[in-house]
């Protein structure tokens, strides 16, 4: 059994922030949306709560908005499984999205003032 | 519906793979493969409500909602298609019989006539004559000069005339001589009421004139009926009885003036009746009632300032008119009679809605209510078909609910197929309607103008709007059932297939139908009576073999009114020697005044004296009549003489003793106490002017003989024979077989005798007879029919309810069966149940008859409301029809093995 944390330490993700963790993982390459759900999770230490049920619709709504394009493939373990890559108008719009996250984090990190203050 | 690539399979693939793929890594994590599976589903979470959402994110929502839950409801009802035929189909009978009754009704009470401009401001004229112990009369019919007293009164915007009758008129002459709908009217007429010509123009004020020359307006429907539309219509010039008119223009469709009657062709006033008669007879008389008025009322004249001036007007000029024709003779003077309180007054042009509406409006008002009704025991059925089958379908509805199905959605959902079978209902009324609206007109109410108001958007509205209404009435209950049901509860609940409250609801609906249905059951029954009643009526004479001739000859210009009287009565005379010979017929007469059915003649005053009783006193019947005709005119009618004896052939010469019978009412009225046979009554002949008069002395007695049509109140009646040279008004012939057959001989025989004759008009009895009883028709054939379709609708309702009840209790009654309760029982438990539901709808529905009959009695005819074999049969019907009902649920239960019962739940 891999080293999780209870299912109560993790943190539900902020409304809107999937989808900027979905563009965010599949800069590395084409990923299938339990690969994406894994990556998501493994990257935050399991700190995250994927909820896997709403990814497929965030993949759907980043897919309609041209954001990533998806086609079927195998997986590693031979499954049949649908691919989602980046598309040049994600990237963009990934980068965008990191800016305006950063500042957002930056600003709320000041307000709440250092951490164990 | 693939849309992007990625349709609802490929999405549920996607989800599947994903399942596989987490339940590998799980496993590899070293997870049982069964452990794996059930953590990657709860990491998932809910599976369905992912794949809603994912439908959800492609498409504005509610019009995929919208189609879904259409092509949901569709296969749905397409599943079960005996349940959906039924709903459609009482439906469609619910809503078509109303939409025709709806279009009956806005021709009748709710429209006005058609092409009217604003009105509202349009008021027909009325009379009202009225005396202390008098009998009150009211009616539409003015003089001409009473007309043009009043046809400058400051209220009136304008005023027209016109021939209080459309009446039957020949175009062309002989052989192919046809008749035409004609109504004279005054030139004023169109401008009054608004109306404009579709071709040429309406003919003008200056050609309305005694002299003038003859013009003609036709209506569309004649136009495209007798001349194929044919443009050069105008400046034509037509042969219509003694004049040759040219045709000036065209009215538009369905224009029937200020009434209702169709009309084939207009003819100014005064310019055709001089063109009839060569004379301005009937313009200056005021004792020939004979036109109607309709007036636009300046605006802001109110209808009471409207009525005052024309009280006061008219009674000015009478009193004026008597003063001046104080020392005429008696019948030219006809000023009111000093008790008599004559009253002008305007009232709606809708004629339906005036003082004295007909019986056919009043009974057509009646049958919309009850279609109304029927559409209620419609949507009841259709409501409670809905709910039994909701209460079916209720474990999956539970089991939806359960797995989180959004309740809003399955409201939207038995809202939808609601609508839909109400939109294919509404279709399939439009076309009951049109073939039963044909009907209605065609049969039962011909003497109004429906063209033009076929299915107009008036009914298009009506019929869309009664469909909402079904829709949200059958729709609604069911609807919110099944929106209410809470999930486990309902889950549990309906594997045990109770629900009490549901079937309380569906017990209510169920006794309001078989309500409804006795209550116009009872209405069927006694309209039925009425027409039987009406039927059986004693005439007085055996009119079903008669037929009368009545003929029309052209006018040779030189002859003056005596002279035409005569050649018309050598015609006749002529006919008669034919048509005697003729085979076929039994009998032949001529007649010389009231033809019964047919006709109507009546004393003036002052031509019939009885001695010791003056004046004649007037009973609600009217009369006296008077009936003339040669020696057969008894024996070919077939009147019954009941006291005395009939006239003998020696005593229609002249020079014997003249003689005369009476009918019982004008015995019994006249004489109360004495043998009329001993009595004698005083005849002044108005074509013997100062003959003197010795007193007939009556010789017999005959039964009351009918004088239009089917009448409760009898009227006074007086026959005595035809002398040598009194002019003959018809000819009445009495078949040996069918008198249809000889209608052709007839007239042939006629047509042979001179080319004078212009048109020979034949009329059965029978027919007569028919159109005197349609009221009665209408009303019995539209209750009967809504009756039968309401008892019909209640049974099937009532099945399917008992079959639903069974259904529901087959476990029960599989215990009882198992438990050794023999069949016999199990029918009983069935029967009791429908026998709850009839007696509960039979209480009510006979006292709601009983308490709504008196609404109904002035329609009835000889039969009192509380009609016991009425009831009787209704209760019977109701009974047999909760049995046939209750048959086959029965049979089921009765074949319920306990086993299988048990088995299957």
């Not at chain 2, 609801?505 to 029954?525: E, H, K």
């Not at chain 2, 017999?700 to 040598?724: I, W």
Request: aromatic fraction near 8%; charge should be positive; charged fraction near 20%.
């Amino acid at each position: 059994m891999s080293p999780q944390k209870a299912e109560q330490e993790r943190i539900a993700l902020l409304q809107g922030t999937l989808d900027l963790l979905i563009l965010r993982t599949l800069v590395f390459g084409p990923q299938h949306g339990q690969g994406i759900a894994r990556a998501i999770e493994q990257q935050a230490e399991d700190t995250l709560l994927v909820d896997h049920g709403s990814l497929y619709p965030a993949l759907q709504r980043l897919e309609a908005r041209r954001l990533i394009s998806a086609e079927w493939g195998t997986s590693d373990n031979n499954r049949r499984a649908r691919f989602y890559t980046l598309t040049r108008v994600g990237r963009t719009q990934l980068v965008a999205e990191t800016r305006h996250w950063r500042r957002l984090a930056a600003a709320i990190g000041r307000i709440l003032g250092p951490e164990g203050a | 519906m693939g849309r992007r690539g990625h349709n609802d399979e490929d999405f549920a693939h996607e989800i599947q793979a994903h399942l596989e793929l987490e339940t590998d890594r799980l496993i590899r994590d070293g997870m049982s493969p069964e452990d794996a599976r059930a953590a990657a589903y709860r990491a998932f979470g809910n599976v369905a409500r992912t794949q809603e959402r994912f439908y959800e994110s492609r498409r504005v929502m509610w019009l995929s909602h919208a189609r879904y839950d259409v092509r949901f409801a569709m296969r749905t009802l397409i599943k079960s298609p005996g349940f959906t035929v039924a709903i459609i189909l009482t439906l469609a009978l619910g809503l078509g019989a109303n939409a025709t009754m709806f279009g009956v009704v806005d021709r009748l009470l709710v429209s006005s006539p058609q092409h009217l401009v604003q009105p509202d401001q349009l008021r027909h004229l009325y009379l009202e004559r009225r005396g202390a112990g008098d009998l009150g009369l009211q009616s539409r019919r003015l003089t001409y000069p009473d007309f043009k007293d009043i046809e400058r009164l400051p209220a009136f915007a304008s005023v027209a005339a016109y021939a209080a009758d459309v009446v039957a008129w020949t175009m062309g002459s002989g052989s192919d001589a046809r008749r035409v709908q004609v109504q004279q009217a005054s030139a004023s007429l169109f401008p009054t009421l608004g109306v404009r010509p579709v071709r040429g123009r309406f003919y003008a004020v200056e050609e309305d004139v005694p002299g003038a020359a003859p013009t003609a307006v036709l209506s569309e429907e004649f136009w495209a009926r007798e001349f194929e539309r044919d443009p050069g219509i105008i400046g034509r010039v037509v042969q219509l009885n003694r004049g040759r008119y040219e045709v000036v223009g065209i009215a538009p469709t369905g224009f029937t003036g200020a009434e209702l009657s169709p009309v084939d062709v207009w003819l100014p006033l005064r310019a055709s009746a001089f063109a009839e008669s060569g004379r301005g007879a009937g313009f200056d008389d005021r004792g020939q009632w004979w036109i109607r008025a309709v007036v636009r009322l300046k605006s802001g004249v109110t209808s009471d300032a409207a009525d005052a001036q024309l009280t006061a007007t008219h009674i000015a000029a009478r009193r004026a008119y008597a003063k001046a024709s104080a020392g005429l003779p008696e019948h030219a003077g006809r000023a009111y009679a000093e008790h008599e309180v004559p009253r002008l007054f305007t009232a709606s042009v809708i004629a339906a809605r005036g003082p004295s509406p007909s019986t056919t409006s009043a009974i057509s008002l009646w049958s919309a209510g009850v279609s109304l009704v029927v559409l209620l025991i419609a949507c009841a059925n259709v409501a409670n078909l809905l709910l039994v089958r909701g209460i079916r379908g209720q474990r999956e509805l539970a089991l939806r609910v359960a797995l989180g199905a959004d309740r809003r959605r399955l409201l939207a959902q038995s809202m939808t197929e609601a609508a839909l079978l109400a939109g294919a209902g509404a279709l399939a009324a439009l076309g009951v309607s049109w073939g039963s609206s044909r009907m209605v007109h065609a049969m039962l109410i011909p003497d109004v103008a429906f063209s033009g108001s076929g299915i107009g958007s008036r009914l298009l509205v009506f019929v869309s709007a009664a469909a909402v209404i079904t829709t949200l009435f059958a729709g609604i209950l069911p609807a919110v059932q099944a929106s209410r049901t809470a999930g486990t509860d309902a889950l549990r609940a309906a594997s045990r297939g109770n629900s009490s409250a549901r079937s309380t609801l569906r017990g209510a609906l169920m006794v309001a139908q078989i309500t409804l249905s006795v209550v116009l059951l009872v209405g069927a029954g006694l309209f039925v009576r009425s027409l039987w009643q009406a039927l059986d009526t004693d005439v007085g004479f055996d009119y079903a073999p008669i037929l009368a001739v009545f003929l029309e000859e052209n006018a040779d210009p030189a002859r003056d009114r005596v002279a035409q009287q005569r050649r018309r009565t050598e015609l006749y005379r002529a006919a008669l020697a034919r048509i005697s010979t003729l085979p076929g017929v039994r009998s032949a007469t001529l007649s010389a005044a009231t033809t019964p059915l047919f006709t109507r003649d009546g004393f003036g005053p002052g031509e019939l004296r009885v001695p010791g009783v003056d004046p004649i006193p007037r009973v609600p019947g009217g009369g006296p009549y008077k009936y003339s005709g040669t020696e057969d005119f008894f024996a070919t009618l077939g009147v019954t003489v009941t006291r005395g004896r009939a006239f003998e052939p020696a005593e229609f010469q002249d020079g014997t003793e003249p003689v005369a019978m009476v009918n019982e009412t004008f015995a019994r009225t006249i004489w109360p106490d004495r043998d009329p046979l001993a009595q004698c009554i005083q005849y002044s002949d108005p074509d013997r002017k100062g003959a003197p008069t010795p007193c007939r002395r009556i010789v017999g007695v005959f039964k009351d003989l009918a004088s239009f049509g089917v009448d409760e109140r009898k009227p006074l009646q007086v026959a005595y024979p035809t002398l040598r040279d009194t002019y003959v008004k018809g000819l009445i012939v009495r078949a040996g077989g069918d008198p249809a057959s000889l209608i052709p001989s007839i007239r042939q025989a006629f047509l042979g005798i001179s080319s004078d004759v212009r048109f020979v008009e034949v009329a059965s009895g029978a027919e007569r007879f028919n159109r005197a009883v349609r009221s009665w028709r209408l009303g019995s054939t539209m209750f009967t029919a809504f009756g039968l379709l309401a008892l019909l609708v209640a049974a099937v309702g009532l099945y399917s309810n008992l079959a639903f009840g069974i259904a529901q209790r087959r476990r029960e009654l599989g215990i009882r069966a198992a438990l050794g309760a023999n069949r016999q029982h199990l029918v009983r438990v069935v029967m009791a149940q429908a026998a709850r539901f009839v007696a509960a709808g039979l209480v009510l529905g006979t006292a709601i008859a009983l308490a709504a009959g008196r609404f109904l009695e002035r329609l009835l005819f000889g039969v009192a409301v509380t009609d016991l074999p009425v009831y009787g049969l209704v209760i019977f019907t109701l009974i047999a029809a909760g049995g046939l009902a209750g048959l086959i649920p029965a049979w089921r239960a009765m074949s319920i093995h306990a086993k299988t019962a048990l088995e299957t739940e």
